[in-house]
């Protein structure tokens, strides 16, 4: 028997996308115009659950309107199609900024001693209750497809991530068989990320991934969306990877 949430998301998938939300995605989210015309249906049915079950919030007197919150859906959802689903279950808030924003951070460096400072943030994700984002980083992710730089797809990597506890960079996979070439495929190319970073050499994949295990997960899916084609050929067994955990082959779509 179907739980009532299922009922409620099938119906919600089933029913056709506004044609102001469907012209918003149209103009902002360039990638959509890439996807075959059944990815496209399915992904405008993740909208449709993803905006009834998540809450928007403005920040700095940032007013929340259809363009923000569908703009942001569109991308969340993109790594969702063709997956088993909950929709990013420990998420429930999407905070947005007007733009880059300031946070304090605290972070341990070891031997008891903990570094604070305040840090610009782009985009940030919590273990638990919310995803926050700075709206014009936001328009610049999902206006330019090709420079590997995805703010909504970085952070909602994270979530994924984190899906199963603390982000580490190994989400669930869809089968046990996949996780010890999964283990051995990202943890080398982490490693060589950050040998090729500390030694200045140009790369496929954002510097930014060679801090930890958990940001190398996030800037890959950027470049494995963003950067298909040279992921695949710079990088195949990682770009064979996410392949297969996102269910999607952006190096072969015909549109981009």
């Not at 809450?55 to 919150?69: K, Y």
């Not at 700075?134 to 994270?158: K, T």
């Not at 580490?168 to 996780?179: D, E, F, Q, T």
């Amino acid at each position: 028997m179907f739980s009532f949430k299922q009922r409620r998301r099938d119906r919600l998938r089933a029913t056709p996308l506004p044609q102001s939300w469907l012209k918003i995605i149209e103009s902002n989210v360039l990638f959509y115009r890439c996807l075959p015309e059944a990815d496209q249906r399915e992904l405008q049915g993740h909208v449709q659950v993803f905006l009834d079950e998540k809450h928007f919030e403005g920040c700095q007197g940032l007013q929340v309107t259809d363009e923000i919150r569908v703009t942001i859906a569109a991308q969340a959802c993109l790594l969702l199609l063709h997956r088993d689903t909950d929709y990013y279950p420990t998420m429930k808030s999407i905070l947005v900024y007007p733009s880059i924003y300031v946070a304090h951070v605290s972070e341990s460096m070891g031997n008891g001693i903990v570094l604070e400072g305040d840090s610009v943030r782009l985009g940030e994700s919590w273990h638990h209750g919310a995803v926050v984002l700075s709206w014009d980083d936001v328009l610049r992710g999902a206006s330019d497809i090709h420079d590997g730089h995805n703010v909504v797809l970085h952070e909602f990597a994270h979530q994924l991530d984190q899906e199963g506890g603390e982000a580490h960079g190994s989400p669930i996979l869809p089968r046990r068989s996949m996780y010890v070439a999964w283990a051995r495929v990202l943890g080398m190319e982490y490693v060589h990320l950050q040998q090729d970073a500390a030694h200045g050499r140009r790369t496929v994949l954002d510097k930014y991934g060679a801090k930890n295990p958990a940001e190398f997960f996030a800037v890959a899916t950027e470049c494995f969306f963003e950067k298909a084609v040279q992921l695949k050929r710079k990088h195949p067994e990682l770009y064979e990877e996410l392949k297969l955990y996102y269910q999607q082959h952006p190096a072969e779509l015909p549109r981009c």
